[in-house]
């Protein structure tokens, strides 16, 4: 869940720190049984960082600078999506994470070479694929 959902699925405010997240996390995976990933990306801070936290109750950060870009709309599906894509190639789920966030930071990154309506954009879904200039 982003920071929003996390506060909702526990009745609590919204984390403001990475403990608080990490801390929210460890609550949702123990109540679901399940690893939890913990998004950042609607903090305010410059640095964005996500907090995997494992059924087994290791946390693992993956942290970026924040892009200046507003065209970051489904940022949470293609990161969902790029996770199972991990998982589905046999990695285990801190790579698949690994890969995902650097895949999506690089798509976030790439955003604004796409001229795709108005207001919020998406991500560049084909960053390293799709040559414009073809």
Known sequence: PNLPEAAALLGSEIAVSENEMERQGREIAMLAGT????????SDSRICTDILVERDGQACRHSAVRSPTRNTHG??????????????KGLALQEAVAGAHSFLQRAIRAADELEIGSG?????????IWDQNV
């Open 35 to 42: 690893a939890v990933l913990v998004k950042g990306g609607h």
């Open 75 to 88: 940022t949470g599906c293609t990161y969902s999506a790029a996770i199972a894509a991990g998982l589905a």
């Open 120 to 128: 919020h954009g998406p991500v560049h879904h084909f960053v390293g």
